[in-house]
């Protein structure tokens, strides 16, 4: 949820944060 915390399974808090960092590195090249 919006306010999650450390329950919240690290794959589902972290793929999320991967796709936006590729989206800005692709917007950077």
Do not use: S
Not at 4 to 13: I, L, R, S, Y
Request: hydrophobic share 60%; charged share 15%; proline share 7%.
């Amino acid at each position: 949820g919006a306010d999650g915390g450390c329950e919240v399974d690290p794959d589902a808090a972290v793929l999320p944060a991967v796709v936006v960092v590729v989206v800005l590195l692709l917007r950077c090249l």
